[in-house]
């Protein structure tokens, strides 16, 4: 088994790295399962160019060590340390993660093998080992050329003040490549806008994007563990400019390609307050080498990695001392139109029971049961029809003006539904099925969750939620909007969720997350059996 974290030292010089990053991070994470910091050694620094030249060529190792890292490094942290690049010290400074193990790219001997075990005496103490993953007839003797960058040919410098800004969800590559370019150019302060209100509107899966507060703190930690010698502000910004608008102690600022027309805007509104207009520095985008289908960004993004959450378990699970175990009791729920009851079929394919609470739901009003009795009693008998059935139009034109009076219907109705649910179940699982899933609208608003294992959701676009409803059911866009802000909000529902599904792209898309889900599933109750077993 791998160590926790693992320390890789580069000491081939820099024009030979990039050429054998390949297998030499695929080397170091047949050491490692959870970190993998990188630091440049000295040696590498042999016939160094200058200065603009040497930022690009850092630059450009960067780049191609995070770019290759999820392929060659899967499902590594990897995290490069500034001290080596930016020469403020030989070796790292104390790491977040205690480093477990020190790889060295290459073996050395002699003087070179002296001086290394003396520089990194600090994290070669404590029992902790080390491991030459190549010897030096592996040497790589291809060497890259310097990349030439006239866009950023300016920016190419030594900045006292910096700026950033992004989402920074699910922080992958990209992220690491845009913040680890600006601390190689920023001496004193680096600023980080992190987007959140408004700014998240349109995202791709908003409701999964994490709370800013947590974000803040996962770049701050991120970026101090990377170069703890800036000063740091993290903030929360609703505007696009975020402090870029006022800010007058700004000198650069870094940006991807999509986003490089932003500078003309910034400096537009910076010139008319009067301020010191911000040169900019543009990354590439980063091509996403772990993407399998078609439905993700060809580059690496939060929207891919958001999307591959889909089917996974978000929040732990945890066991219902209520109910018995067995069958594993699943409330499935999501807002009109979410694509939560052809989800249910899907797993009814897979082998899962399926109680359909809105067939339950007409079933409740049906003539003579106690539902229908208290009905009467409660709304009078001008809501029973000339079959002798509750006429459900009259009945809504009574309660859905006045919310008291609908929560009246839903006290009544809610119980009795949930009470033909449990015997469904109770069916079901006498018929043998270990897994049922309780398909319904209002699971949480009923509080029905009470008696099942796991709650699992369904969401969508709002737009394309009123889009199907209004396709679907032939209703106008304004009763379309007015029935989705009805119901409860997709985020409200996540919040709750264990798992999580989005139907709103291919069949094929959504079969996927559904046998991610189903897998995961049939995992955990096996163990929870074994654990149980192995308790007698």
């Known amino acids: 088994m791998g160590s926790m974290t693992g320390l890789l030292i580069l000491t081939q010089p820099v024009r030979k790295i990039v050429p054998s990053l390949p297998k030499v991070l695929k080397a170091a994470s047949q050491h490692v399962t959870k970190t993998l910091y990188i630091h440049l050694d000295p040696l590498a620094k042999s016939r160094l160019p200058e200065m603009k030249q040497c930022l690009a060529l850092y630059s450009h190792i960067i780049t191609n060590i995070y770019s290759s890292s999820p392929s060659q490094c899967q499902g590594l942290d990897v995290r490069i340390l500034m001290a080596g690049f930016k020469g403020y010290s030989e070796v790292p400074c104390k790491t977040h993660f205690r480093v477990d193990l020190v790889m060295f790219d290459q073996a050395r001997s002699g003087h070179e093998l002296v001086d290394l075990e003396k520089r990194y005496n600090f994290f070669l103490t404590d029992s902790r080992s080390q491991v030459f993953l190549f010897d030096q007839t592996c040497q790589n003797d291809e060497e890259v050329q310097i990349p030439q960058d006239p866009t950023n040919e300016k920016a190419n410098q030594i900045y006292s003040s910096v700026v950033i800004g992004g989402t920074f969800d699910c922080i992958h590559g990209g992220h690491k490549i845009l913040l680890s370019e600006a601390l190689l150019r920023c001496r004193d302060r680096l600023t980080c806008g992190v987007?959140?209100?408004?700014?998240?509107?349109?995202?791709?899966?908003a409701e999964l994007i994490e709370p800013c507060d947590k974000r803040i703190s996962n770049v701050r930690e991120l970026a101090v563990d990377i170069d703890p010698t800036v000063s740091y502000n993290i903030v929360q910004i609703t505007d696009p400019m975020g402090p870029t608008r006022w800010d007058p102690n700004m000198d650069m600022i870094v940006v991807s390609e999509e986003t490089k027309r932003g500078i003309i805007s910034i400096n537009e509104a910076r010139r008319e307050a009067g301020l010191k207009l911000l040169d900019g520095y543009v990354i590439g985008l980063v091509n996403d080498q772990l993407r399998e289908y078609e439905e993700e960004e060809m580059k690496v993004s939060a929207s891919s990695q958001r999307m591959r959450l889909l089917g996974t378990v978000l929040k732990p699970i945890i066991p219902n001392p209520n109910i018995a175990s067995?069958?594993?009791?699943?409330?499935?729920?999501?807002?009109?139109?979410?694509?939560?009851?052809?989800?249910?079929?899907?797993?009814?394919?897979?082998?899962?029971?399926v109680v359909d609470c809105d067939i339950l739901g007409h079933k409740a009003y049906k003539k003579d049961t106690n539902c229908y009795i208290k009905l009467i009693e409660t709304f009078g008998s001008d809501i029973v029809d000339i079959d002798g059935e509750i006429n459900r139009k009259v009945l809504g034109t009574k309660v859905f003006a006045e919310r008291e009076a609908l929560q009246?219907?839903?006290?009544?109705?809610?119980?009795?539904?949930?009470?033909?649910?449990?015997?469904?179940?109770?069916?079901?699982?006498?018929?043998?099925?270990?897994?049922?899933?309780?398909?319904?609208?209002?699971?949480?608003?009923?509080?029905?969750?009470?008696?099942?294992?796991?709650v699992w959701v369904c969401i969508i676009k709002r737009q394309e939620a009123i889009q199907r409803i209004v396709e679907r059911d032939g209703k106008s866009q304004e009763e379309a909007e007015r029935r989705i802000d009805s119901q409860m909000s997709n985020a409200d529902r996540v919040a709750r969720a264990n798992v999580v599904f989005c139907t709103q792209w291919s069949g094929d898309y959504t079969q996927q997350q559904v046998e991610k889900a189903w897998a995961t599933l049939n995992n955990y109750i096996d163990n929870a059996a074994n654990g149980y077993k192995a308790q007698l």
Not at 433 to 454: G, P, Y
Request: aromatic share 6%.
């Open 408 to 454: 009246t219907l839903n006290n009544i109705v809610w119980p009795e539904i949930g009470l033909l649910a449990k015997k469904c179940i109770n069916d079901l699982a006498a018929e043998g099925f270990r897994v049922i899933i309780l398909d319904a609208a209002v699971l949480l608003d009923a509080e029905w969750e009470e008696f099942c294992h796991q």
């Open 195 to 205: 987007a959140d209100g408004p700014l998240l509107k349109n995202k791709t899966l």
């Open 326 to 353: 067995h069958p594993h009791i699943i409330g499935l729920t999501g807002g009109s139109a979410s694509g939560k009851s052809s989800v249910a079929k899907r797993f009814a394919k897979l082998g899962a029971g």
